[in-house]
């Protein structure tokens, strides 16, 4: 049979972070609670429902099987009679006398005629009295005062009302308190004898009073209104100080009369007024029963009357709902109580009758809980005990008074006149229900009761939206509640039972846990919540609680259960981690929370007996019960944040500090429950020995189980469920031990002030503190890291205070000695010598100091904060330290050079391994690169400005370790000569990588070491990196006159594919290659050498035309899609002539790019020639078409002057005659001047003698164009300004030439007068003969 050992393994850490799951769990099962309206069977508000019939609903233990007949819900904790004091005043009453409770102060109160007496109930001590009245008291409460009005040592205010005048009196304490936590009763007691305010109460009898927790104070009185006591600390323009407000009929109330205050309802006294104050919504009831409601605004400081339901309207709805159910039932209400948010989210008052029925209301819709009262709907009626068809328990009668919070109900019921029955009503004892299902018990009362409330702590109304959890979830941290009953005969204290008290009870009734009451006990709660509640005993460490510690103990271990084994035919996985699997409840609980073992079971697959059968594990309730109770002590911290901003005014402005976010007292609490656990399962640890015999014969198996298990077989396997069980509860108790070692130094930082320790952290760090719940803190590797950096805080703050380290750091050995190693210990010594060497001024000892630092430093074992520790030596300038560390570092983390073998394979992604060291190394690595980064900006020269002295007087004094740059400069060579002696290849692969980075390429050529040039190399295969690389390497070459690699280098970036090198960079590095290659063909000619700086010519001649291409394309609308697209693939490639013309120059018609393609390849197409200079000029021409025709000319010549100019030498290429021919004709279209195109000719390079030639064949052509223009003079107008021209310019013409030229000009003129003289005789041809005449004159005389 395989062991669970056998299993895959896993990390401490993993192990660790299973355990945090488990109690993860245990934490969503106690939040997995049901909100009232859906235990009461409500779904909406306007479904209502009842409850009470069912046997269910009010359980009866001994029926069921559970035999506790004496469980009960509430204790008689004492009884305290009245001051002898206040008796003998009995017998003075002429008029009327009341008693009341005021339990925030701890206090009981009488008023006999119009005196007023209060006392401390617990003890009848501290009687004090206030006789300043001269009328009979009516009512009396005690109101918190308003902010910013009154001395801070007025902490209450006590608010008496008499038919004549309504009166605030101050009240203080000899002892005041300064924390909610504190006992506000624990001094004596003073009224100030001089009332704070006073106002008539216009004949109104105040019935009740109720203040809220901002001050405000509301009357209730028996004209059926609602009153509003409003206060300030001075008079305004129409209000005074101190003034009575009527929100039953107008605000305007106080400044009419009061026999002119009209009110048009019945007279109907207000009898009682409850507030919600997490709602801010004010319930008053009447003394006929009505129920009215009012908003007092989202800010709890504004009224409005939202509804008034009277009281045949509530028993109508209630009798619709319950049947069968006398309407006697319904009537009359005796108490009304506003349930808060922490109770329930949908319900949100619930009324008592005389007959002990509740009636529940709601005052919004189901779902809209954010919105304001806008309703009061009767949403259940729950009946009280003695309903049901087959109980015998007696119904409560005649109840007078209620009290009702957080689930538990007390009624005191008539039984006579000398005596009450406390009826006490609570779902404690059935937690996570889906139906509210609740004990009850009574207990007789000796007088009638006067008052009764419950004993609050004065803890503050924290407002929440979700209701608080069963108290079976807070019992181990919270006190018992306590209620207070008041009679003539003295005050009754009463302490409501959790089951921790219950059981407590029952083991001490029973002189120990073998009992059948006991055994019943786990029953009634499942095993693994009694399991918990027994631990809350057992781990006590109450000297008197001993012997019930001891017997809770033995009933953990009696019926906790043992682990079981399941087998199951669904397929598990194999990686042995914990999966889900339900066991069947015990008991009564068969629907609440989960099991013995639910949650998180190991499971076998190697110990199936068949292919697809899986083994499970569900652990035991003592398991499952260790893991709820640490789950419950952890609860408030758990998942919440362990820090809070602190804001602080300071000179700076406001400072946010880190502060703790778990209180000394809590914090001391929960470090205690935890202690006390671990403590337990340490000394208890026997109980993974193996199940008794009794046990044995007791643990169910699965039927799923194949084949026949013997009993031998059957002792095997619940072994192996005791050894799985044995591995987690191991794992829990390491997690315990953790959480118990987290906080010790919690404690001990916040003992140091916290927030000064934060301070010091960085500030990334800070803010993962910050976002950092008591989880991560505890059981992730960041938390674990956060601990280390905030000892080595601590450890700093002793060191900067030049204090031993050796106490502290013997403390934190203590506290948590897996936070504080031993090699932390040799790290804190390391940085005490280092601080020591900070301040000694003799260098010899300084450097024996440092190195005995490193040296101590490298004996670490454990991975060291290595940013920090060279922080440290930078600080003390010892630079040559932190190189030894990190490479010394770099090889112990790596001690197989796996990380190089990942780096010359290639860095492959599923080297996982090899990727690990590599990046581990690399993080050492960068230590040495950040600090040459430092130095190198240190050693930087910065010119000299004037600074502006940050405070007012003489200048301050020059930092002693601030380094000068040349002091930096010679650092920074130190490191670099030591970087640069290793043998350590991958950290010469970081140190280039650096100077790359940091572009000091410059730097990085002056390298001379073997590993510099396959590091190029290497760096050129990457594409990301490719081009620098590349052109490192090309300048390496260079630099090391390797002439003929530069080259074929330039030439791969010239080549490359992409658009990381543009087409200007491209030609810039064939400029460069041919440049190499010339220089390489200096010192080798060889012929390949010849025919390589052949081709690169080639590629710079195409590439010439390629960019000319590009610039052509750059022209043309930049919105065509096209045109983007060319312009980027001519950039990223070097492309031949072919493609070029076809896909660029041809496919966009770029005359002008086909025509230097043509030219370039030498191919001769006489017509193709024609027809490109063609539409070279008609592009133009029409480019310029909105121009006049003088700027027209001039736009013509400055574009054709260059490309003219460009071929005049390549008769091929240049077709003067078709040029000319063209333009003049194209001239003539247009009107342009006669003159421009020979001009043109004539600049580009034409001799005239040429152009002369060319003109008189134009001319003899007798072109039809020129009749069809009707323009037949037009060449011969053009032949004479050039002709004129010549004269004019005789310099163009060669003195050599000048004789033949004009003979040859006079025989064309005479030719042109024969001509003229045929043609029609016109005014314009009369005019040209003439000029031909003069010219003719003019060439005689040339």
């Keep these: ?33 049901q909100e009232l309206s859906d235990q009461l069977k409500v779904p909406v508000h306007n479904q209502p429902s009842l409850s009470g019939l069912n046997e269910l609903d009010y359980p009866s233990l001994p029926e069921a099987g559970i035999s506790i007949e004496n469980l009960c819900e509430i204790s008689n904790v004492k009884r305290v009679p009245l001051p002898p004091e206040l008796v003998e005043q009995f017998e003075r009453m002429q008029c009327n006398c009341m008693m009341g409770l005021f339990p925030t102060i701890e206090r009981a109160w009488l008023t ?59 009240v203080s304490f000899s002892k005041p308190y300064h924390d909610v936590t504190a006992d506000s009763g624990s001094g004596e007691m003073h009224l100030l004898p001089e009332p704070l305010f006073s106002i008539p109460t216009d004949n109104t009898y105040i019935v009740s009073i109720k203040g809220a927790p901002n001050g405000r104070i509301f009357m209730a009185g028996k004209d059926g209104c609602l009153y509003e006591l409003a206060y300030q600390a001075d ?30 309802s019945e007279d109907d006294p207000l009898l009682q007024l409850s507030l919600d104050d997490s709602r801010n919504i004010l319930y008053a009831c009447t003394e006929k029963g009505t129920i009215q409601v009012y908003d007092l605004g989202q800010d709890g400081k504004s009224m409005g009357r939202v509804a008034s339901i009277p009281l045949n309207n509530v028993v109508h709805s209630a009798s619709l709902i319950a049947r069968t159910v006398e309407r006697s039932n319904f009537k009359p209400i005796v108490h009304i109580s506003a349930l808060t948010k922490s109770e329930s989210t949908n319900i949100h008052l619930v009324a008592v009758t005389k007959t002990g029925v509740r009636l529940y209301f709601t005052t919004n819709p189901f779902g809209n809980n954010k919105g304001r009262p806008s309703m009061l709907t009767l949403v259940h009626v729950r009946l009280p005990p003695g309903f049901s068809a087959s109980t015998v328990v007696h119904k409560p009668q005649n109840v007078h008074m209620a009290y009702h919070k957080k689930g538990t109900l007390l009624l005191v019921a008539s039984q006579s006149e000398d005596s009450d029955l406390l009826w006490t009503i609570s779902n404690d004892s059935f937690p996570f229900q889906g139906q509210l299902m609740e004990a009850h018990s009574t207990i007789p009362i000796d007088g009638r ?30 006190t018992p509640r306590q209620f207070v009953l008041l009679s003539a005969q003295g005050s009754h204290i009463f302490s409501k039972m959790r089951p921790v008290d219950q059981l407590r009870q029952l083991l001490i009734d029973c002189q120990g846990p073998d009992a059948e009451e006991v055994k019943a006990f786990f029953r009634l709660h499942k095993i693994e919540q009694a399991c918990s509640t027994c631990l809350i005993l057992a781990c006590s460490r109450i000297a008197a609680d001993q012997q019930v510690a001891t017997w809770a103990t033995m009933a953990f271990f009696m019926y906790g259960g043992e682990p079981q084994l399941h087998f199951t035919g669904t397929p598990m996985g194999t990686d042995g981690r914990m999966m889900p699997s339900n066991l069947g409840a015990m008991g009564l609980h068969q629907t609440s929370t989960p099991a013995p073992g639910m949650g998180h079971p190991y499971f076998h697959p190697a110990m199936t007996p068949g292919p697809n059968i899986t083994q499970e594990i569900a652990f035991s309730g003592k398991h499952n019960g260790i893991c709820l109770y640490l789950a419950r002590i952890l609860r408030s911290i758990w998942e919440n944040n362990v820090t809070m901003d602190y804001p602080c005014q300071s000179s700076q402005g406001v400072t946010n500090y880190l502060t703790s976010r778990i209180n000394g007292d809590d914090l001391n609490q929960i470090l205690e429950n935890v202690r006390g656990l671990s403590d337990f399962v340490e000394f208890n640890s026997r109980f993974d020995t193996g199940p008794s015999e009794g046990m044995m014969s007791q643990v169910p198996f699965s039927p799923h189980m194949m084949g026949h298990i013997d009993e031998q077989g059957r002792k095997k396997l619940q072994a192996e469920a005791q050894k799985m069980e044995k591995v987690s509860l191991q794992h829990i108790h390491d997690l315990i031990r953790r959480v118990e070692e987290v906080l010790g130094l919690w404690r001990i930082l916040v003992d140091h002030q916290l927030h000064i320790i934060v301070s010091t952290l960085s500030k990334d760090q800070q803010n993962l503190l910050r976002n950092m719940s008591f989880k991560q803190l505890s059981t992730h590797a ?38 504080y190693s031993s090699d932390d210990a040799t790290c804190s010594k390391a940085n005490e010598l280092l601080q020591a060497a900070k301040i000694n001024k003799n260098q010899n000892e300084k450097m024996t100091q440092l190195n005995e630092a490193l040296k101590l430093y490298k004996e670490v074992s454990q991975p060291l904060q290595l940013p ?106 130190e490191v670099f000569r030591m970087s640069l002696k290793s043998d350590d290849e991958l950290f010469h692969v970081a140190l280039y990588d650096w100077f790359f980075n940091a572009n000091l390429t410059e730097k990085l050529l002056e390298v001379q070491t073997p590993f510099i040039e396959p590091y190029l190399k290497r760096k050129a295969t990457c594409s990301s990196e490719a081009i620098g690389a590349l052109d490192m390497l090309w300048k390496y070459y260079e630099k090391c006159r390797n002439f003929s690699a530069a080259a074929r280098i330039l030439s791969r970036l010239a080549e490359r594919l992409g658009t990381d090198v543009n087409l200007q960079q491209r030609i810039e590095y064939l400029s460069r290659a041919i440049m190499c290659a010339k220089s390489s063909s200096t010192r080798t000619s060889s012929a390949v050498e010849g025919e390589f700086l052949h081709e690169l010519e080639e590629k710079m001649e195409v590439a010439r035309l390629q960019l000319q291409v590009q610039r052509a394309l750059s022209k043309l609308p930049s919105n065509i899609l096209d045109v983007q697209y060319a312009l980027t693939s001519l950039d990223s490639e070097l492309m031949d002539l072919t493609r070029l013309y076809e896909d660029f120059a041809d496919r966009f018609d770029l005359s002008e790019c086909k025509l230097a393609i043509v030219h370039c390849a030498g191919l001769y197409d006489g017509a193709l020639i024609e027809n490109l200079w063609q539409n070279i000029i008609d592009k133009e021409i029409e480019a310029t078409t909105n121009m006049n025709p003088s700027l027209r000319t001039t736009n013509l010549q400055n574009k054709l002057l260059p490309i003219g100019r460009l071929y005049i030498k390549s008769d091929r290429y240049f077709p003067i005659a078709f040029l000319v021919k063209h333009l003049e004709q194209r001239s003539c279209d247009l009107d342009l001047n006669t003159r421009w195109v020979f001009l043109l000719m004539l600049d580009i390079g034409v001799p005239p003698s040429k152009l002369l030639e060319i003109y008189d064949r134009l001319f003899k052509s007798r072109d039809p164009y020129w009749q069809q223009v009707q323009k037949p003079l037009r060449l011969l107008e053009v032949l004479h300004d050039l002709l004129s021209h010549i004269c004019e310019n005789r310099a163009i013409i060669p003195a050599y030439e000048r004789r033949s030229f004009t003979t040859m000009c006079l025989d064309f003129v005479s030719n042109y007068l024969v001509e003229l003289q045929t043609m029609r005789s016109t005014p314009q041809q009369a005019a040209v003969v003439s000029h031909f005449k003069r010219l003719q004159a003019q060439l005689e005389r040339f």
């Design 449 to 478: 009761t006067w008052a009764m409330c419950e004993v609050t702590s004065g803890e503050t109304n924290v407002t929440v939206d979700k209701p608080d959890p069963p108290s079976v979830v807070t019992q181990h941290s919270e």
């Design 112 to 170: 006999i005629d119009s005196d007023i007496f209060v006392w401390r109930y617990e003890d009848g001590t501290d009687l004090a009295y206030f006789d300043g009245l001269n009328e009979t008291i009516l009512s009396a409460a005690l109101v918190k005062p308003k902010q910013g009005i009154f001395q801070p040592h007025i902490q209450y205010l006590l608010c008496l009302a008499t038919p004549v005048d309504i009166v605030l009196l101050g």
């Design 782 to 819: 960041t938390g674990k890291e956060m601990c280390g950096a905030l000892i080595t805080c601590l450890i700093n703050r002793y060191l900067d205070d030049n204090a031993t380290i050796d106490a502290i750091s013997s403390r934190l050995r203590e506290v948590c000695p897996s936070l």
């Design 1 to 33: 049979m395989s062991s669970f050992m056998g299993t895959p393994q896993f990390s401490h850490q993993d192990w660790l972070e299973n355990a945090a799951r488990q109690v993860d769990k245990q934490l969503q099962d106690d939040r997995s609670y």
């Design 868 to 973: 920090v520790v060279c922080t440290q030596f930078a600080l003390v300038h010892y630079y040559t330290g932190i190189v030894d560390l990190c490479l010394t570092l770099a090889k112990k983390r790596d001690p197989q050079n796996l990380a190089l073998h990942f780096y010359r394979s290639g860095e492959p992604q599923e080297d996982i391994q090899g990727m690990t060291a590599y990046m581990t190394r690399m993080e050492c690595y960068n230590c040495i690169t950040d600090t040459l980064a430092y130095l190198l900006s240190a050693s930087v020269s910065h010119p000299h400005a004037p600074s502006v002295p940050k405070s007012p007087g003489p200048p301050p004094q020059p930092d002693p370790n601030r380094m000068t740059t040349h002091d930096a400069e010679k650092h920074k060579e």
């Design 235 to 264: 008079d305004g323009w129409f209000s005074r100080k101190c003034r009575k407000i009527n929100h039953s009929t107008s605000t305007l109330s106080f400044l009419v009369p009061s026999f002119l205050n009209f009110s048009f």
